[in-house]
């Protein structure tokens, strides 16, 4: 895979140091961490208008009780807001903590009383001796096979719950001897340590695994038991699995989740230690999003592999097209109403990379500024994408599907034909075990599973033991996830005549006709969102609207990075469990929340696809989305089939432009078939397309034909399938489901 640069198509500071508009759509999401300090219901108002989309709670820290008071305040934000919020609730897992007396305060919170000052090259023991009280000379650590993994030299990290690891709360310690129940440690810095005290073992080895890891469960029985408790009276959206290090991990937990009735929250990785990344591609493929962790995740790689690390896996997870978080971005705003420039800085160039959204820890849980925090966070945010160049994204992700068709076709093969393309843990490179073992007792990695592969280059992927080789592991395209993702794309790269998007139209060959129809559904969705985004651009769309149930289809949208934002109506539907009917969509619509640039509405089920349309148009007028005779592009579903609609918003700005004419002005040469089922006269002429919202007139819109092969173009640019049953059914069908 080849490395994505940021360039400004605009090097005029003039032009650079306007202010973004105000009330402008911030495409990059926001989610906060609930605490002491936002957890009242005006506060969570004022974050939510701010542009909160999410709102998280630790099981790591607080009561129950606290949890629970917090999901409760959100649910009356949301509705005094009117603003739409999902929840995540955070684990406990596999945290090493310091034990210490803790007292329950006003608020519910739990507060320590004393904290207690260390000095560089004082001795500290690190004790899983429970008769021990917590001080400045000795900690007593909460795990009692500690002594098991601490070897001389290591690299020990106290440090309070959520801080940065540079500020006086903490403690680096080096490991100088280990007797008995006891570690004995001398400290590196200065640290003076307050509240919940949290322990991170540093990986020694600079390249592989070489440190013991602890066998604590994935989920403790505090978590389950909270998380059974929050089922019962609240929607979870996410669960943030912390300490996630194999696809194993996230496999366990699902099991989990579906059996206490959770089946739709999604699951969120969290990469905190060596061993994520090193497993990090078999943990995408399971996963539904990624957060990068970058506390913990900083304290396990060397400082000058970290802006690597982060490229490459937001990079991953954006050709995949799954929400990738970022935390860790402005701790100075715990205490101060403005980052520092380094602050601001990276928070840009996360947007510039791609993150979807930015996760707020200790800034909204305890500090002092939880609504300038959110606003600040939007507004830089806001003016890095203003600078993104979507058109180099674009191309980025079809220069690798491009790529792959190459690696394919050395093999004389159509990407994704074979049958395990298509199966989620199929023997693909890879396939569902992880690029590493999980470590052992010892230390060492257990080798992972050998499968056999006949297929040329793609079967002849080198498995690296070493951090250095993974940092190039998005080129690997070692699982399902990755490289079905890239593989789709570059089926329909190779369809559309080498990557040109110019070959769904009359004249392609027989064979890239024959490897369209035989692409699998993920693959048309995947050719859909594209040509959706490169549509909107080619006529200066404003809007995005897309038809869907679970999301699937806005994400794959959203992962093109279009410049405009995406209206995804979701439209509820009906479930059974074979007890009871349900009706589900709330929870699809808030899960769109975190992904960049997507606006999920709930839609009401209606008769009438374009009904629907016109009432989503309106809406978007209305918050200024859109202005009069702005072009907006819908994808949606009819029946079978997936089409992309263009049409125009009226001279009110309050629906759609209603046309009698057919925006194609010429055709790439005649064809029977382009009559419209029903009807002896062209296409074009048809009642049946009479006043359909497809039809309208663009002007300058580059010429588009109604094709062959089910397919529908604008200027020789593939936009989508639309048979002429399916044109024929658009007038009177509803939604879609994408």
Not at 29 to 54: H, I, R, Y
Not at 497 to 524: D, E, F, M, Q, V
Not at 599 to 625: F, H, N, T, Y
């Amino acid at each position: 895979m080849k490395a994505k640069t940021h360039f400004f198509k605009n090097l005029e500071l003039t032009s650079i140091l306007e202010p973004a508009e105000d009330g402008a759509f911030t495409g990059t999401k926001v989610v906060c961490t609930v605490g002491p300090s936002c957890q009242d219901v005006d506060t969570m108002c004022e974050m939510l208008n701010a542009g909160v989309v999410g709102c998280r709670v630790d099981l790591t820290w607080g009561p129950l009780e606290f949890h629970r008071k917090s999901l409760a305040n959100l649910q009356l934000a949301m509705r005094k807001s009117r603003r739409l919020c999902c929840t995540m609730v955070d684990t406990l897992g596999r945290e090493l903590m310091i034990r210490r007396q803790v007292k329950i305060g006003e608020d519910g919170w739990p507060i320590h009383e004393e904290s207690f000052a260390v000095t560089a090259g004082q001795q500290v023991i690190i004790t899983t001796r429970t008769d021990v009280d917590a001080s400045s000379n000795v900690l007593p650590i909460t795990y009692s096979k500690f002594t098991e993994m601490a070897v001389k030299g290591d690299t020990i990290y106290i440090g309070r719950y959520l801080v940065c690891g540079a500020d006086s709360a903490s403690l680096y310690l080096e490991v100088v001897d280990v007797q008995g129940d006891d570690v004995y440690c001398i400290a590196k810095n200065d640290a003076v340590l307050d509240g919940l005290l949290t322990v991170f073992h540093a990986e020694r080895s600079s390249e592989g695994l070489a440190n013991v890891q602890n066998d604590l469960p994935l989920l403790s029985e505090y978590d389950k038991e909270c998380l059974h408790i929050l089922a019962q009276d609240f929607e979870v959206d996410f669960l943030s699995l912390s300490y996630t290090r194999s696809a194993e991990d996230v496999r366990e937990a699902r099991r989990f989740m579906d059996s206490i009735g959770m089946s739709n929250t999604k699951i969120l990785a969290k990469l905190e230690s060596r061993q994520s990344l090193l497993n990090f591609q078999g943990i995408l493929n399971e996963a539904d999003g990624i957060i990068i962790s970058r506390g913990n995740l900083g304290l396990d790689c060397v400082p000058e592999k970290m802006a690597l690390v982060q490229k490459t896996l937001v990079q991953a997870c954006n050709l995949v097209g799954k929400p990738v978080l970022l935390t860790r971005v402005v701790d100075t705003m715990i205490n101060t109403p403005r980052p520092t420039r380094a602050e601001a800085t990276d928070v840009a160039n996360a947007v510039l990379d791609g993150v979807d959204g930015i996760l707020l820890g200790a800034e909204t849980l305890r500090g002092r500024y939880p609504v300038e925090t959110v606003t600040t966070i939007c507004n830089i945010s806001r003016a890095a994408e203003k600078v993104f160049d979507h058109h180099y994204h674009y191309e980025h992700l079809m220069e690798v599907a491009i790529d792959v068709g190459e690696m394919a076709a050395a093999d004389n093969t159509v990407p994704g034909e074979s049958e395990e393309d298509n199966v989620p843990g199929s023997a693909t490179p890879g396939g569902a075990t992880d690029t590493e073992g999980a470590a052992g007792p010892n230390g060492t990695k257990a080798p992972a599973p050998h499968h056999h592969h006949p297929r040329g280059p793609l079967g002849a992927v080198r498995r690296d033991d070493s951090w250095n080789s993974v940092t190039s592991a998005g080129a690997h395209h070692q699982l399902p996830s990755l490289g079905v993702a890239a593989k789709t794309m570059a089926r329909f790269s190779q369809v559309a005549s080498a990557g040109s998007l110019a070959g769904l139209g009359l004249g392609r060959s027989a064979a890239a006709t024959n490897a369209y129809h035989r692409a699998p559904y993920i693959s048309k969705l995947e050719s859909i969102a594209s040509s959706a985004v490169r549509a909107a651009d080619r006529v200066g769309a404003s809007l995005i609207v897309v038809y869907t149930h679970t999301g699937k289809t806005a994400q794959l949208v959203a992962k093109y990075r279009p410049p405009m934002p995406i209206l995804t109506l979701v439209v509820p539907h009906l479930v059974s469990d074979q007890l009871k009917w349900k009706l589900e969509g709330r929870s699809s619509a808030r899960q769109c929340l975190i992904s960049r640039a997507l606006l999920p509405v709930l839609a009401a089920p209606s008769p009438s696809g374009d009904q629907l349309l016109q009432e989503a148009v309106a809406m978007a007028g209305r918050v200024k989305l859109v202005k009069p005779h702005d072009h907006v592009v819908c994808v949606q579903r009819i029946h079978d089939d997936f089409c992309v609609k263009i049409i125009s918003v009226d001279e009110l700005g309050a629906g759609i432009k209603r046309d009698d004419a057919v925006m194609s002005h010429s055709v790439f040469g005649t064809s029977p078939s382009m009559a419209v089922q029903g009807s002896h006269a062209s296409g074009y002429d048809s009642p049946r397309v009479h006043n359909n919202p497809i039809g309208n007139k663009f002007g300058p819109m580059p010429p588009a034909a109604i094709t062959t092969g089910n397919s529908f173009t604008i200027g020789g640019m593939g936009v989508g399938v639309l048979s002429p049953a399916g044109l024929a059914a658009a007038m009177g069908s509803t939604g879609g489901r994408p």
